[in-house]
């Protein structure tokens, strides 16, 4: 294998684990967000701005594996 070869494989990783486990991420937090305001409804404002805060920390780690690939890509 030469370094382009690796490069192109590293790449492809590194997109499919940083998008992969955040997806995950968010799809468990929203199923326990639901789940938590449907036993209490009452809570449901504190419930949902915790989930959109955890949500926007999962996109972030999302997008930081997109730079990464680009930066094992063009370097």
Known sequence: MDEASVKLIMTGVTIAVGGGM???AIGLL???AM?????NPEAAAEVRTSMIL???FAEAIAIYALV???IIKFV
């Not at 789940?35 to 036993?39: C, S």
């Open 54 to 56: 955890g949500l926007a």
């Open 35 to 39: 789940e938590a305001i449907g036993r």
């Open 68 to 70: 990464a690939a680009l």
């Open 22 to 24: 955040p997806a995950l």
């Open 30 to 32: 929203t199923a326990k």
